[in-house]
């Protein structure tokens, strides 16, 4: 029987499981106007998250949390205005949105890594 273990412990070799990430989303604005002459404004959007292995008592296989939000400002910005040619509705960036996820591996991952 394998040593009781906290839900927290972590393994002792390797790279840290608790990986934490941030992206940005840039554009410079798509072109608008009569004759697509001019452009809409230019926008950023910053997405973070974060990542977190569980080892669950008797069980040594991790199970994995994550956690994201996408566009963490709440930045509204307007990706196409809805002129210019062949475009007849405004579009808008995504809102502010909250990700969660769980994941356990199983026993055929850890026979085939090894």
């Known amino acids: 029987m394998p040593p009781a273990r906290s839900i927290f412990d972590r393994p002792r070799l390797g790279k840290p499981k608790n990986p934490a990430g941030d992206t940005e989303i840039r554009g410079s604005g798509l072109r608008d ?3 697509n002459i001019s452009t809409v404004l230019a926008y950023a959007q910053v997405n ?6 569980f080892y ?3 069980d040594p296989l991790p199970m994995t949390v994550c956690f994201g939000v996408a566009n963490l400002l709440d ?4 990706i196409r205005d809805g002129s210019g040619i062949g475009v007849f509705a405004p ?8 990700f969660l996820g ?13």
């Not at 930045?75 to 307007?78: K, M, P, Q």
């Not at 579009?91 to 909250?98: E, K, L, S, T």
């Not at 769980?102 to 991952?109: A, P, R």
């Open 48 to 53: 973070i998250g974060i990542k977190r292995d």
């Open 91 to 98: 579009q808008y960036g995504p809102r502010r949105g909250f």
């Open 56 to 58: 669950l008592p008797n």
């Open 33 to 35: 106007g009569d004759a």
């Open 75 to 78: 930045t509204v910005y307007l």
């Open 102 to 114: 769980v994941s356990k591996k199983n026993m055929k991952e850890r026979v085939r890594r090894t």
